[in-house]
Each structure stands twice: as structure tokens, then as C-alpha cells.
């Protein structure tokens, strides 16, 4: 590839996408290439995809259709669909977008250059088998010069019954707690400050490592992970997300509470109220269950941020189950909830299945959930005002360029004014004067040293 080429990635998704887009673009960097911010301009374009929900999927082939539209005029484009899309439909895009040069699953993202390689000899490649993880030695080019993702974690084990992340991104694949801190010391070397700790199902860390402990415990755990990398010099935070409720412990809580790097913020998706829906969702444990989980994270972390991911209109969903769902939240109070409606996706079991809700029950039962998550929001976000909380600065407020923004240790995205040429990277302790749902504003009090 000549040196004059340049790239241009979208991601689509969750965290693990973002992760491996920054690894991709740093594969592509090292091959000489650049970045290019137009995708309309760029010469190799890769759409990293999500295929989750239904309109996550259909995105990326409207993008698709203006760039084969591109191809059809240059020949030298580069067209890659990497992702969870790719993996799910594999050859079947090919078939669809005949253009494409090459089509590969997210167990790929490290294979980038070799998959090009292919490419550059006039082949079309669809690179979708499972494949064990290699550790990547090209540097990821990283969004942020603050926080980074971490993996821990690929792939996922568990069987919920709306699902695709199991059929697209593989069996769990743990990475050894000493790649894991290699990772973060090399981070803070670079300046980073907080880390995110990924996985789909982050407390299923080390089920595929080796190691008992002299009392028959597992090693090698989440919680056995954040006592092995929490004193790594220059990373002041640490967060972990997405916890499953079916493994999550006490002794994890105990750690976080233990910790002082380890954030005061749990991912704990819930999906529904309901028992019997929760059941149909093969999600291993009761509405009971999650309440005594809440329990204890707030037994240990009183101040805790809570968020959790919620569907509804999940097949047979009643009414009452629906309220259900709602009770759950009630009792709560979460900090943030991130709600959608049943999607059918193919080769999940629940899309199969006859009891079906309409569109409009859907829309109607999220328009309901929405405007509890941002009331509940609003009075969470309530408890900060005239309290003083620390932020971690990441950038300049884009509304307002004489304001910095970063996130609270609770995730509160937070806004006060000052130079980000200062800032950036400086945990600086900010009275909070203004509440909203989502974020906050305060003033700062006075740099801390760090
Ligand atoms: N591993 C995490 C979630 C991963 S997917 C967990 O187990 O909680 C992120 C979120 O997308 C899920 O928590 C779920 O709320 C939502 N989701 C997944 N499949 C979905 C589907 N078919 N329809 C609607 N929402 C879905
Ligand atoms: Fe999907 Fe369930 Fe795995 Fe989460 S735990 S990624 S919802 S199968
Ligand atoms: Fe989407 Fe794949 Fe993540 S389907 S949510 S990008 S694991």
C-alpha cells in the first residue's frame, strides 16, 4: 500500500466495537496509512458494525450503498465491513454488496493487516471462522488521551434467548491478568489516567484460566483482576462494566468498596421485573436476586451510581409484567438506564417464537419507561448539587469552548469553566452549582496535585 493512503473507520456499538475500531486503526496507522475524517474522501473505509437491534443493522447498509455507489468510480477503494454485522451475515453480504473487498468478524480485528494482504492480491476475503485471540502488538490509536478501554474479556457464554452477541462474537476468550496490567502500565506510561475494564460479561473473567486457591476458589476472578492491576502508578480510576447479576459476588462489591481507584459506578443490566420473563430470557436469576444485589452494593458503596439496561415488549410481555418491570425501577432509583424495545434477531431463539408484541405496544411501553429513567435521572443527579465532586477532565465542552468536561467518579458527565490546555488529564475537584438528568455544572475549587 502506498504511504499517500488514507483511512476512515466508523464504529457502531458498544464498548468492544469501540475497542477494537482504536486496535484496527492502530494496525492501519502502522501500515502507513492516515486518518481521514470524510468518509466520502477516504480510500479504505471500514464501517465497524453492530447488529443488536434490528436499526443498528440496517444503518450500516445505507452507508454501504453510498460508498459501493464510490467504488463502482474508483477501483482503488478499500470497502471493509468489520464487526458483528459481518460476522452474522458473513457471505451473504457479499451477495448484497458485491463491492465489498472484505468481510470479517470481531475475533479478526488483530488479523487487519494480514486480511488486507489478502485483499491487495485481488481477492475478496470473508474472514468469519472462530479463532483463538492473539495478543496484538500494534499500538491501538486511542479516541482519548485520558481514558482507554481495557479487554479483559471477548465473547460471551451465556445463552439469553434474545441475543446475538454469543453467535457473533464467540465463546469467552479471557486475556492473563498479566497482559492485562502490561496494558495499563504502558497506558499510564503514555499519560492515561482512567482505564475501562470490557467484557460483555465482565464477572465471567478467568472461567477459562487455569487456578484453584488453597480454599477451592477459582482464581483468576474479576475481583482477583482488580486487586492484581488497582496499584498500577498513574491510573487513578478504574471501571469495569458489563456485569451479568448471575455472577455477580459480594466479594466484588467488597473490592470496589476496598479499592480507592476502583470507581463508584455498577453496570448491572436487570432486562426485565418480571420472573417468568426473565425465565423466557434465560437470564439465571430472579427480580429477588437483583434487589439483594442492589442491596449490597449499596450496603458497601452507599453513594454508589447504579445503571442498568432494560427491554421491553420482550415476546408475551403483559401489561402487569410490564409494571413489573417498572416496580423494579420504582424501588431502585437508577442513575441511568439504558431501555429498548424487543427486537427480533435472527438466530435467537425468542424471534422464532409466535407471541410477538406490535410496534405499538413497543413505542408506547418506551416512551413510559423513558420518562421514568430521566425523572429518576434528574433526582440522582440531584444528590450532587453543592457537593463537591472530583472529575477527571477529557476535552473542551463543544457547546461551550470555555468550559472542560469529564465524568464524576459516579459517570456524571460534569462541565465548569477553565482552559482545557491545563486541564486535560487533571482530576480537579468542582462544587456542583446545576443539576440536569444526564450531566452537571459546577466551578472549579482548586487543582488537585496529581
Ligand atoms: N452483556 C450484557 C449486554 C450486552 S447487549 C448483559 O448481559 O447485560 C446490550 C444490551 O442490548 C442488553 O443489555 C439488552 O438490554 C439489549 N439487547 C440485546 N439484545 C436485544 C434485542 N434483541 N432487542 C432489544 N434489546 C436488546
Ligand atoms: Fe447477550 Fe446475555 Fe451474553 Fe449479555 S449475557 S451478551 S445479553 S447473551
Ligand atoms: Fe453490537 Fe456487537 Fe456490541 S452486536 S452491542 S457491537 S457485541
Not at 465489498?100 to 470473508?126: C, F, K, R, T
Not at 439483594?292 to 432494560?310: L, M, N, Q
Request: proline share 5%.
Amino acid at each position: 500500500m502506498s504511504e499517500s493512503r488514507r483511512y476512515h473507520v466508523t464504529t457502531f456499538g458498544c464498548q468492544m466495537n469501540k475497542a477494537d475500531s482504536e486496535r484496527m486503526a492502530g494496525i492501519l496507522e502502522n501500515m502507513g496509512m492516515s486518518w481521514e475524517e470524510d468518509p466520502l474522501q477516504a480510500d479504505l473505509v471500514l464501517y465497524n458494525t453492530c447488529t443488536i437491534r434490528d436499526s443498528a443493522e440496517q444503518k450500516v447498509y445505507s452507508y454501504l450503498g453510498k460508498q459501493a455507489k464510490r467504488k463502482q468510480k474508483n477501483p482503488n477503494l478499500t470497502l471493509v465491513v468489520a464487526g458483528c454485522v459481518a460476522q452474522q451475515e458473513g457471505e451473504n453480504l457479499l451477495r448484497r454488496v458485491p463491492e465489498l473487498d472484505l468481510v470479517m468478524g470481531p475475533q479478526h480485528a488483530n488479523q487487519l493487516e494480514s486480511l488486507l494482504a489478502q485483499v491487495a492480491q485481488g481477492n475478496q476475503i470473508v474472514a468469519t471462522e472462530p479463532v483463538h485471540i492473539m495478543e496484538d502488538i500494534t499500538k491501538p490509536r486511542r479516541d482519548s488521551e485520558v481514558t482507554a478501554w481495557v479487554n479483559v474479556i471477548y465473547g460471551c457464554n451465556e445463552r439469553c434467548t434474545y441475543c446475538v452477541v454469543p453467535g457473533v462474537r464467540g465463546l469467552e476468550q479471557s486475556r492473563t491478568p498479566a497482559a492485562i496490567r502490561a496494558e495499563m502500565v504502558e497506558l499510564a506510561q503514555q499519560g492515561y489516567k482512567e482505564v475501562t475494564l470490557l467484557g460483555q460479561n465482565i464477572d465471567a473473567y478467568g472461567r477459562d484460566l487455569p487456578g484453584i486457591t488453597p480454599e477451592g476458589r477459582r482464581e483468576n476472578t474479576l475481583t482477583d483482576l482488580l486487586y492484581f492491576v488497582h496499584d498500577v502508578p498513574g491510573i487513578e480510576r478504574i471501571r469495569f462494566a458489563t456485569s451479568h447479576p448471575r455472577y455477580f459476588t459480594e466479594r466484588l462489591v467488597k473490592a470496589c468498596a476496598e479499592l480507592p481507584k476502583v470507581c463508584e459506578h455498577f453496570h448491572i443490566p436487570f432486562q426485565s421485573g418480571n420472573n417468568d420473563i426473565l425465565k423466557a430470557m434465560g437470564r439465571g436469576y430472579t427480580h429477588e436476586k437483583y434487589r439483594r444485589i442492589i442491596d449490597t452494593v449499596r450496603r458497601y458503596v452507599p453513594d454508589a451510581s447504579i445503571s442498568a439496561d432494560v427491554i421491553v415488549a420482550f415476546p408475551g410481555e403483559t401489561e402487569a409484567q410490564f409494571q413489573d418491570t417498572l416496580s423494579v425501577m420504582e424501588d431502585i432509583v437508577f442513575d441511568m438506564v439504558n431501555t429498548a424495545a424487543y427486537s427480533p434477531r435472527p438466530g435467537t431463539p425468542a424471534a422464532e417464537w409466535a407471541n410477538q408484541l406490535d410496534e405499538t405496544v413497543k413505542q408506547d411501553r418506551l416512551q413510559r419507561i423513558n420518562h421514568l429513567v430521566s425523572q429518576q435521572a434528574e433526582v440522582r443527579s440531584q444528590r450532587y448539587q453543592n457537593r463537591t465532586e472530583t472529575v477527571l477532565v477529557e476535552a473542551i465542552n463543544p457547546r461551550d469552548p470555555n468550559q472542560v468536561m469529564g465524568r464524576t467518579r459516579g459517570n456524571r458527565l460534569t462541565f465548569f469553566t477553565g482552559d482545557i490546555e491545563q486541564l486535560k488529564g487533571q482530576i480537579v475537584p468542582v462544587h456542583i452549582t446545576e443539576t440536569r438528568a444526564f450531566s452537571l455544572t459546577g466551578s472549579a475549587l482548586q487543582l488537585a496535585t496529581v
